[in-house]
């Protein structure tokens, strides 16, 4: 079983900065990819950030793009988001998820595609 487990959200002012974190504990895996997901009330959740294995490969949301960065500390079995620039828009719980049977997938934005998902953490920018 692996838990992950997020940590970082909060209440920031529009153009403000917060930087997420989720860490994987239990048996994990040495090879798998990170991704970032949220969802803002009333509507479905939508893909935010992922990255390879080694860290080498991101990919971003057109929506995030510029503004945030996803990286992982392979060490400890941590991802983080860092969000910059935030606007209200970007209120929202947001989700880690680890995909440990990506076999020949480098990176993923579909949903599904993840084993294992965090608790969520809240964000909510104030305009």
């Known amino acids: 079983q692996v838990l992950l487990t997020e940590s970082g959200g909060g209440l920031v002012q529009a153009g403000g900065s917060l930087r997420l974190s989720c860490a994987a504990s239990?048996?994990?895996?040495?090879?798998?990819?990170w991704g970032w997901f949220r969802q803002a009330p009333g509507k479905e959740r939508e893909f935010v950030a992922t990255?390879?294995?080694?860290?080498?490969?991101?990919y971003y949301a057109d929506s995030v793009k510029g503004r945030f960065t996803i990286s992982r500390d392979n060490a400890k079995n941590t991802v983080y988001l860092q969000m910059n620039s935030l606007k209200p828009e970007d209120t929202a719980v947001y989700y880690c998820?680890?995909?440990?049977?990506?076999?020949?997938?480098?990176?993923?934005?579909?949903?599904?595609?993840?084993?294992?998902w965090g608790q969520g953490t809240q964000v909510t920018v104030s305009s």
């Open positions: 998820a680890a995909d440990f049977s990506a076999g020949f997938r480098a990176i993923t934005s579909v949903e599904y595609e993840y084993d294992y």
């Open positions: 990255i390879s294995s080694g860290g080498g490969r991101t």
């Open positions: 239990g048996r994990t895996f040495s090879s798998y990819i």
